[in-house]
């Protein structure tokens, strides 16, 4: 599900890598300290996403358009629906308590494999 987001009408700046991490209460040499860092390519974003109110972390948003480069916003509106899942609160939330991130493979942040048990694929990417 997309949510709606306006712009803020505020210049474009998005933050340090210092203040994400900040921002995040990260632990210094954790595992969601690396994927903050590997995770900054903001020209993925839409400009207005650098000041809009929404409370997933830049480098969330950018993680997951790598992972999800089929989800492309409508560029036509900047006030468009950009297409971010609701559930991506909840992951964020969990990464903060987590920030050793079981289960994440940074080699091959969104590789599947097949259930040992036969059912399905699982998601070793951590955040997908």
């Known amino acids: 599900m997309a949510r709606q987001r ?7 700046k998005w933050p340090s890598v210092e203040e994400q991490l900040r921002e995040s ?4 040499g954790s595992a969601l300290e690396q994927l903050i860092r590997d995770n900054q390519d903001f020209e ?7 000041n809009d109110s929404l ?23 900047p006030a468009a629906s950009y297409p971010y899942p609701d559930v991506l609160d ?3 939330e969990w990464m903060r308590i987590h920030q ?10 969104s590789s599947r494999r097949r259930s040992p048990r036969g059912g399905g694929s699982q998601a070793s990417g951590g955040a997908e």
């Open 55 to 77: 409370p997933i972390p830049h480098w969330l948003r950018v993680h997951w358009r790598k992972q999800h480069p089929e989800e492309v916003p409508d560029d036509s509106s």
């Open 44 to 50: 993925l974003l839409h400009p207005d996403e650098a």
């Open 90 to 92: 909840s992951i964020y």
């Open 100 to 109: 050793d991130l079981p289960g994440w493979h940074p080699e091959k942040p």
């Open 25 to 28: 209460k990260v632990v210094h």
């Open 6 to 12: 306006k712009p803020s009408g505020r210049s474009q």
